[in-house]
DNA sequence: GCCGCGTTGAATAA
DNA sequence: TTATTCAACGCGGC
């Protein structure tokens, strides 16, 4: 009798650049390819169905891409360690892969899963694949610690040389045990679910308005287009994409390399051999450098312990932002696109119909939120961005929320984007705004970005009166605006107090490098 | 302790 | 278009 093997698919939905999954295709004559939805995970109401749709098509298309190589994709529901146990228990499973992960409650899985492995004496493949390095050789190459600004993490880059080359997806796979897998106690869907089967999150599926289209041979796809523009690639400086452009200035490749369609070590060296022996713009705002956020980002998430929160958190300035019902009813009018000020509104609706928007508008919209204007703390709108981005990404999602909040990495609060004049640099005509906030199509130019300065007469003739079918602006920019910089600046100066008055524990530093020691 | 720097500010001056 | 100023920064190298 054959060895069965278990592939759970986490992140990484793809059959390119999966060493987990080659490593239980090696020695087994039968695969279960698993993809486990946690609700706990993907907890119901938190999760809008942009990101779930987008989600679910994602499974289609890998289940798609396994079929077309002789197996297909289990879909199960429930709590990974007790699924995972039962298949193994069931099904005399011989070995499980599964791709390890740097977010908390996934580390806490993983261990969990490892252990289950050794107590029922199944070999486990437990690798490193999200990311472009191990981030536990980052951190021993850097003595334990996550470097903390972008120089420094360049400096470990270059220490760390070329990620490793993405790996060829298989060829085909060793059959399933049977076509309609049972397990005891274990809900399989028939196939992957739609949306309308996830009866607990009480989706509209009218409301899945993304335009993003699922898969890893898309995002393969979207990749080689945006590597064939060689002089875009070449040239390419984030700061200078245009946030307010109607089709993405960026490669838009964020929801492929989240979902782990597409491999970030692919996009790499995708990237260095279309530059061989060209000239080209250099990290942090390159092509390359957007990669090197996101390891950093990443290595920062799996180390710095309540990374996702600002209490207990050792690197999050403490500012007293406005939390719980005030802070609710301020978040509900700025996710719902209804601040008053045509810029914020169109970024939050393009996100909430989309699941997408520009690096740059997500700045503007979170300055807004936070230390820019509403002072609502930096925690309720990562859980926003969280529910609706189709890239929705746990490290990137809270490490741009710190930086946009001044809570860490970024710390010149007085540099305030305004929601007036922002986005005039890149579309004076209001374009976006035409386009996300259509209320306001009518009004002339002069008045888009503050139709609350049109003249009654003019309101009229656009249909549309600020105040009743457009609501007035929330708050007054220029005021609230001083006014957060003074109160960032006490919240600083306590925070200093506070630093020099204990001095923290030096921290052995060791270098532990021998265990990745190959030759 | 000083100084230069930091992916992506705004308003103003030249 | 580019440089300077704006009250307001921390980090890290020296």
Redesign the pocket.
């Known amino acids: 009798m054959g060895k069965i093997a278990l592939h759970w698919f986490r992140h990484g939905l793809r059959l390119h650049d999966n060493t987990p999954l080659q490593k239980a295709i090696a020695g087994c004559t039968s695969l279960i390819p698993l993809y486990i939805l946690d609700t706990e995970y993907f907890k119901p109401g938190k999760v809008g169905i942009n990101r779930m749709g987008f989600l679910l098509d994602s499974l289609k298309a890998l289940d798609t891409d396994l079929r077309a190589i002789g197996s297909r994709l289990y879909v199960a529901k429930g709590d990974p360690e007790e699924v995972i146990g039962k298949f193994i228990k069931e099904h005399k499973i011989g070995a499980v892969s599964f791709e390890r992960d740097t977010e908390p409650y996934n580390k806490v899985m993983d261990g969990k899963i490892i252990n289950l492995t050794k107590e029922l004496n199944v070999e486990a493949f437990p690798l490193w694949g999200h990311t472009m390095f191990d981030p536990e050789y980052l951190l021993a190459l850097n003595n334990g610690d996550a470097?903390?600004?972008?120089?420094?993490f360049?400096?470990l880059m270059s220490e760390a040389g070329d990620p490793p080359k993405p790996i060829d997806p298989p060829k085909s796979l060793p059959p399933p045990p049977a076509d309609s897998l049972v397990c005891k106690d274990v809900f399989i869907f028939q196939g992957v679910p739609t949306l309308s089967d996830l009866t607990e999150y009480e989706f509209n599926p009218k409301d899945y308005t993304t335009w993003f289209v699922a898969g890893e041979k898309e995002g393969i796809r979207v990749m080689n287009e945006f590597l064939a523009q060689k002089r875009r690639v070449s040239t390419f400086?984030?700061?200078?994409?245009d946030p307010t452009a109607l089709q993405p200035d960026t490669t838009a490749l964020s929801p492929y390399i989240t979902r782990g369609s597409l491999s970030s070590r692919t996009f790499y060296h995708g990237l260095k051999d279309t530059l061989k022996g060209m000239k080209s713009s250099k990290p942090?705002?390159?092509l390359k450098?957007?990669l090197y956020?996101r390891e950093m980002a990443y290595l920062i998430g799996f180390s710095v312990p309540n990374f996702n929160q600002m209490e207990g958190n050792p690197?999050c300035?403490q500012i007293p932002w406005l939390t719980g019902d005030d802070a609710k009813a301020l978040l509900d009018k700025w996710e719902m696109g209804q601040t008053g000020f045509p810029a914020v509104d169109a970024v939050m609706n393009q996100l909430r119909t989309e699941g997408w928007m520009h690096?740059?508008a997500r700045?503007?919209v979170a300055?807004f939120l936070t230390r820019g204007d509403l002072w609502v703390t930096w925690e309720l709108g990562r859980d926003v961005f969280e529910k609706h981005l189709v890239d929705a990404d746990w490290s990137i999602n809270n490490f741009?929320w710190h930086?946009?909040s001044c809570s860490?990495?970024?710390?010149?609060?007085?540099?305030?984007?305004?929601?007036?004049?922002?986005f005039?640099?890149t579309d004076p005509n209001g374009n976006y705004i035409k386009k996300h906030v259509p209320i306001l199509a009518k009004f002339p130019d002069k008045y888009i970005y503050e139709p609350w300065t049109a003249p009654k007469g003019i309101q009229i003739a656009c249909a549309c009166i600020i105040g009743k079918d457009y609501p007035k602006p929330m708050v007054e920019h220029?005021f609230v605006?001083?006014?957060?910089?003074?109160r960032?600046?006490k919240a600083?100066?306590t925070?200093?107090k506070r630093?020099s008055g204990e001095p923290p524990a030096k921290k052995l530093k060791q270098n532990n490098l021998s265990k990745y020691r190959t030759k």
Not at 147 to 152: F, G, I, Y
Not at 408 to 422: T, V
Not at 481 to 486: G, L, M, P, V
């Open positions: 470097p903390l600004t972008m120089t420094s360049l400096r400086e984030k700061p200078k994409t942090p705002v390159s450098g957007q956020w690197i300035k690096h740059l700045h503007l300055c741009s930086w946009l860490a990495f970024f710390h010149q609060y007085f540099r305030c984007y305004s929601p007036i004049a922002f005039k640099k220029q605006c001083q006014e957060n910089k003074s960032m600046k600083y100066d925070s200093k630093d």
